[in-house]
T-cell receptor
Framework: DAMVIQNPRYQVTQFGKPVTLSCSQT?????MYWYQQKSSQAPKLLFH???????NEADTPDNFQSRRPNTSFCFLDIRSPGLGDAAMYLC?????????????FGSGTQLSVL | GENVEQHPSTLSVQEGDSAVIKCTYS??????FPWYKQELGKRPQLIID?????GEKKDQRIAVTLNKTAKHFSLHITETQPEDSAVYFC??????????FGAGTTVTVRA
């Protein structure tokens, strides 16, 4: 009964080859987030969607894009992965956008760039 | 933006002893402070949170304290058990509603 599902669990891509990570939710939450987490570091927010409204963090590289075609699904596209993009990518959801919402995380996708 | 610092980065405790993790934050407007636990290979999960109008909150063996004047908050785990071994992240949310996470503390409970 997983509520936030990320696929794949592990993804290997080549330097410069576009890659897409996917996330789905069964919670019907309004907000979906993508975080990047590198080893021994804090999860870093890349962007979030409030419903269909896209919100990009100021320091998120242009190389990263996102799509949310409907409430349940959200995708992270990395157009030209570099070695520095190797990381764990965590998708999360929250019911609303109030600053006091519980985040529900997926299990993450570990991205390797060769 | 908010900056959250978390200490220590690693913590090893004997089973049955207490564990304390401390976090400081920079934005005095921050008003929500959750703690997430991430077991090896699993997703982060919320274990406890505290709001700025409360100084302490307990849930069984875990408790969180908040000192708004000093801008720090702490997680206390009493009577630690092997299943408490995990990475713990503190976070703070400010007026922009975004959560800023600390870098995490790896807790190992020795049998």
């Amino acid at each position: 009964d997983a509520m936030v599902i990320q696929n794949p669990r592990y993804q290997v891509t080549q330097f410069g080859k576009p890659v897409t990570l996917s996330c789905s939710q069964t919670l019907n939450h309004n907000v979906m987030y993508w975080y990047q987490q590198k080893s021994s570091q804090a999860p870093k927010l890349l962007f979030h969607y409030y419903d269909k409204d896209f919100n990009n963090e100021a320091d998120t590289p242009d190389n990263f894009q996102s799509r949310r075609p409907n409430t349940s699904f959200c995708f992270l596209d990395i157009r030209s992965p570099g070695l520095g993009d190797a990381a764990m990518y965590l998708c999360a959801t929250s019911r609303d956008w109030t600053g006091e919402e519980k985040l529900f995380f997926g299990s993450g996708t570990q991205l390797s760039v060769l | 933006g908010e900056n959250v610092e978390q200490h220590p980065s690693t913590l090893s405790v004997q089973e049955g002893d207490s564990a304390v993790i401390k976090c400081t934050y920079s934005d005095s407007a921050s008003n929500y402070f959750p703690w997430y636990k991430q077991e090896l290979g699993k997703r982060p999960q919320l274990i406890i949170d505290i709001r700025s109008n409360v100084g302490e909150k307990k849930d069984q063996r875990i408790a969180v304290t908040l000192n708004k004047t000093a801008k720090h908050f702490s997680l206390h785990i009493t009577e630690t058990q092997p299943e408490d071994s995990a990475v713990y992240f503190c976070a703070a949310s400010s007026n922009d509603y975004k959560l800023s996470f600390g870098a995490g503390t790896t807790v190992t409970v020795r049998a």
